[in-house]
């Protein structure tokens, strides 16, 4: 880290940044000059996290889960398999594990050693899931954890923290929420969000939606 | 490094979970990149996902802990392509590449990248499981100076196999490059109160993917 040394009152953010970018952008121009990689693969890579990957892909399958009780049986026995039935994304990363929401049961998913998170149906995780406070706090207090999203469950609720201590991934299927009788995958879908599908929040209310 | 500082789990000290409202999936084009060029030195299979983990355990813990996430891939990044001799630190510092480049057998290609498979790390069995559903374990306290998945705080806990999930590999060994040495996997869960002491709240239970050398019988 030489390149460290040489402004050690000078480390405001901006600075920090830019310093990365010469060195990021100096690594590929290495590795591209040895014949390492191909910058349009690499730029294909950052496509399919940027574009092809996202909690949309997760929000589709908790609403078809929400509408087909036997697609929800097969979810729960088997995600990889039954969202791999489902068309129009790429196909899902093995081992997914779907766990279910209930009044009794609420799910909670982290990765206290480092960031393994349900990518290929919720998109790359948020800072906040690879963050410090939420992988030390939420396998010790994660009811504290849960009040800091706002999420408030009733004393008798049992909560089940999943670490991601392996390659097999957690997708929480959050309970449907009041008030979407009838209403079609494509609606319900809508009020599924990313962290009602880590267990850090509830699915929208239709209330919600429409205001 | 087993016990470094990227083994977080019950530690106190670090604030509130602060979510960013509308977050982008980059925040820096540099992050993009280093994620990508993760991925396309992955593929020449001189590291393995583990091996890429400890790297960054391996980070100074003060480094750590001051970096940002795709400030650590970077860092661990860099080592592991100078460890593997796919860069000279001379290269790094001049920023340019200052010979040829050795030879790969794998690169990613764009076809790979378009098709964006993820891994697999199921292995068929060569044994039965040695655990069955239901059964009470306790989990082993080991302290290996190498990498593991065993986070400290389920170390010597008692805990229930609640699922059996296949024979995948082992991450204490494919980090290491000692292969894949592939091991019963199982979801093993704990009381609040095994974990954390009599204090800890008896409507939580907290649940690891334990590898069988993990555990020991209950």
């Known amino acids: ?211 | 490094m087993t016990n470094s500082v990227h083994d977080m789990g019950g530690m106190h000290g670090f604030g509130p979970v602060e979510p960013e409202p509308n977050e982008p999936v980059f925040h820096e084009r540099w992050e993009a990149r280093v994620r990508a060029m993760q991925r396309g030195l992955g593929a020449t299979g001189l590291w393995t996902l583990d091996g890429f983990r400890a790297a960054q355990e391996d980070l100074p813990a003060l480094t750590y802990l001051a970096s940002s996430y795709y400030e650590r891939w970077f860092r661990a990044l860099e080592r592991q392509a100078v460890k593997h001799g796919l860069v000279g630190d001379d290269e790094i510092a001049a920023g340019r590449s200052l010979r040829p480049g050795i030879r790969l057998n794998r690169k990613l290609t764009l076809e790979d990248a378009k098709a964006n498979r993820s891994g697999r790390y199921d292995r068929p069995a060569r044994a039965p499981a040695r655990f069955k559903e239901g059964e009470r374990v306790r989990t082993r306290n080991l302290n290996p100076e190498t990498h593991t998945r065993l986070p400290r705080y389920a170390r010597d806990k008692a805990g229930i196999i609640e699922a059996i999930r296949g024979v995948h590999v082992f991450p204490d060994s494919s980090a290491i490059g000692a292969g894949d040495n592939p091991q019963w996997l199982y979801t093993v869960v704990f009381s609040a109160r095994e974990l954390w002491g009599e204090e800890a709240d008896p409507t939580v239970s907290v649940s690891i993917e334990a590898f069988e050398p993990y555990l020991a019988p209950g």
Request: glycine share 6%; hydrophobic share 40%; with cysteine.
């Open chain 1, 1 to 211: 880290m030489a390149a460290d040394d040489h402004h050690p009152h000078d480390h405001d953010h901006g600075s920090e940044l830019s310093e990365m970018q010469l060195r990021v952008r100096a690594l590929e121009t290495i590795l591209t000059e040895k014949g390492y990689v191909d910058p349009a693969a690499l730029d294909q890579i950052v496509e399919n996290v940027e574009t092809r990957i996202g909690p949309h892909i997760g929000a589709r399958i908790v609403a078809r889960a929400w509408v087909d009780p036997e697609f929800k049986r097969r979810l729960l026995e088997d995600a990889t398999e039954a969202a791999n039935t489902m068309a129009g994304f790429d196909p899902v990363a093995a081992h997914l594990i779907a766990v279910e929401n209930t009044p009794q049961t609420h799910h909670l998913v982290v990765c206290t050693l480092c960031s393994c998170y349900p990518s290929s149906v919720l998109g790359l995780p948020p800072v906040w899931y690879k963050s410090a406070p939420y992988r030390s706090r939420a396998v010790i207090d994660p009811k504290g954890v849960l009040a800091e999203f706002g999420v408030k469950l009733p004393p008798e609720a049992e909560i089940r923290v999943w670490d991601s201590t392996a390659e097999t991934r957690f997708l929480v299927v959050p309970m449907r929420p009041a008030g979407t009788e009838g209403w079609s995958e494509e609606q319900l879908a809508a009020l599924v969000t990313r962290d009602s599908m880590i267990g850090t929040g509830p699915a929208k209310s239709p209330e919600e939606v429409k205001r």
